[in-house]
């Protein structure tokens, strides 16, 4: 795939990247001291699940500062990306919002713009993305840490990702024990069979009711393929927004997100891109427990405008960012 793109642009540099890191996610260490960490949370309205996802969140926090690392230096910023009808401040519980961060934007800007304000916002060492519809616990933190600690003895970085469990929220209401539900995934990352609402070009129609079990052949993406793909997906398809960690410092020197994807789809994408093409990042997927994506009703009945979106995305991702020269319209932030 890789002949598609001239030897000095984006995505020749993606789709020829050797991911195959140094490290057995199965056995990680156990450091004494946990690095310093930002947590980011973009919200937007997000009334029926922020403050449960804000429950899990500094509970988990506050029992690993209890039980592995009394002085871990930790920050949790929202973003409220200029909520009208229920604004952060108004929406979270005054526990929760006594022990947060919240930035506003006046207006929506897009979730590429809010990233970017989580990733100048944040001070600490690493720098955890979530959603205001993703529920973690204490291993899924504590994992993300230990990737990156084990992968800087090799002086190396990388962008940890989680895989979902996604889970209807009348599903989730009923369930009064969600470590069953944390020890699960149906994510396509893991095992599934393309369907066709999923298809972002034509040449991705000859993979539909293909099946794919992208870990499993992939070694958890440590082999992944010399050809540059998987079926319909190239690597960088792998980091999704709902949950994943990265370096600070390396996030604002490639300027973040970038601008061209300024409506719904392929912003943290866009990241992994120029982590992976200018910082040798490897990407490394955290599977000892899976993050709760809670399904709601609105979110629904929002599904067919996200998917228009998401082919546009699409379109601008493979056939514009990734011919852009790997010296073009690049921002390296040297603050």
Known sequence: ????????????????????????????????????????????????????????????????????????????????????????????????LSQIKVVRHAVNRGRCIARNTGIRSARKELLLFLDADILVNETILLNHMRIHNDIRKYDDNAISVSLFNFVQKDILDRTKDLSVLFKKTNDFRDDCTYQEKWIGCEE????????????????????????????????????????????????????????????????????????????GSYIIPETSAYPIHIICEQGEKNRPEKNTLFRKAHDLYFNKFLKRKINENVIFDTD
């Open 1 to 96: 795939m890789n002949k598609l793109y001239h030897k000095n642009t984006l995505g020749y540099h993606v789709l020829s990247h050797d991911n195959n890191y140094p490290l057995n996610i199965l056995k990680l260490s156990n450091p004494t001291g946990l690095t310093s960490l930002s947590i980011v949370i973009l919200y937007f309205e997000a009334v029926q699940t922020i403050n449960l996802v804000l429950e899990h969140l500094l509970k988990s926090v506050n029992k690993i500062k209890k039980q592995v690392d009394k002085t871990w230096d930790v920050e949790v910023i929202l973003i409220d990306d200029g909520s009208t009808t229920y604004t952060a401040k108004e929406t979270i519980h005054p526990d929760y």
């Open 204 to 279: 991705d129609k000859e993979f539909a009711n293909q099946r794919f079990r992208i870990m499993k052949d992939t070694h958890y993406l440590q082999k992944w393929p010399l050809s540059g793909s998987v079926g319909p997906w190239i690597m960088t398809n792998m980091v999704l927004g709902g949950a994943f960690m990265v370096d600070r410092k390396l996030a604002q020197l490639v300027n973040g997100c970038d601008y061209l994807f300024v409506e719904y789809g392929f912003e943290e994408t866009s990241l992994a891109t120029k982590l992976i093409v200018y910082c």
